[in-house]
T-cell receptor, first 113, second 109 residues
Framework: DAGVTQSPTHLIKTRGQQVTLRCSPK?????VSWYQQALGQGPQFIFQ???????QRGNFPDRFSGHQFPNYSSELNVNALLLGDSALYLCASSIGQGLNTIYFGEGSWLTVV | KNQVEQSPQSLIILEGKNCTLQCNYTVSPFSNLRWYKQDTGRGPVSLTI?????NTKSNGRYTATLDADTKQSSLHITASQLSDSASYIC????????FGKGTRLHILP
């Protein structure tokens, strides 16, 4: 049983570019949440998708957008990249919008130069 | 002010020793509290989850305690191993999920 899978694992982008990160939830999970984790910090909540709609959103600008597909997989898009967007982006999946069964992927390391 | 405060920020101990990590929170109402272990560059892995009615939860050498009255939790690691070197993150939930900044634990041989 595959857990939460994310791709790519590492990538480097130039300031101003756009990036798309992908996440496949754990089998049986229908809710996907995205987090940004800067070096030495705890994860910061970006948003959560359930039933293909954004249900909750953290304090992130509109440059951060997402999508959930009918198979529950999700994408995180970041436009107009800034140097400060360099971080580990974590995807977490769960059943419904509860926390009890949340599992994290290994993350996607984004470096903006 | 962060609603979940962890201490110490970092900790260095010798292999085989015990240690205790602290988490204080102001989140209210409170649903549950989790401790996660995060190896460098990896995703967090859940160690324990406790609701407000639970005082203690163990997972092998990891024992978490919760005092819902004082809004404090601790994670005690017994007989530490080199593989315990990681960040330990306290996560509290009301209608949102709130992460602490973590305690960075280094185990020395």
């Amino acid at each position: 049983d595959a857990g939460v899978t994310q791709s790519p694992t590492h990538l480097i982008k130039t300031r101003g570019q756009q990036v798309t990160l992908r996440c496949s939830p754990k089998s049986g999970h229908d809710t996907v949440s995205w987090y940004q984790q800067a070096l030495g910090q705890g994860p910061q909540f970006i948003f959560q998708y359930y039933e293909e709609e954004e249900r909750q959103r953290g304090n992130f600008p509109d440059r951060f957008s997402g999508h959930q597909f009918p198979n529950y997989s999700s994408e995180l898009n970041v436009n107009a990249l800034l140097l400060g967007d360099s971080a580990l982006y974590l995807c977490a999946s769960s059943i419904g919008q509860g926390l009890n069964t949340i599992y994290f992927g290994e993350g996607s390391w984004l470096t903006v130069v | 002010k962060n609603q979940v405060e962890q201490s110490p920020q970092s900790l260095i101990i010798l292999e085989g020793k015990n240690c205790t990590l602290q988490c204080n929170y102001t989140v209210s109402p409170f649903s549950n509290l989790r401790w996660y272990k995060q190896d460098t560059g990896r995703g967090p892995v859940s160690l324990t989850i406790m609701t407000f009615s639970e005082n203690t939860k163990s997972n092998g050498r990891y024992t978490a305690t919760l005092d819902a009255d004082t809004k404090q939790s601790s994670l005690h690691i017994t007989a530490s191993q080199l593989s315990d070197s990681a960040s330990y993150i306290c996560v509290v939930r009301d209608d949102k999920i709130i992460f602490g900044k973590g305690t960075r634990l280094h185990i020395l041989p």
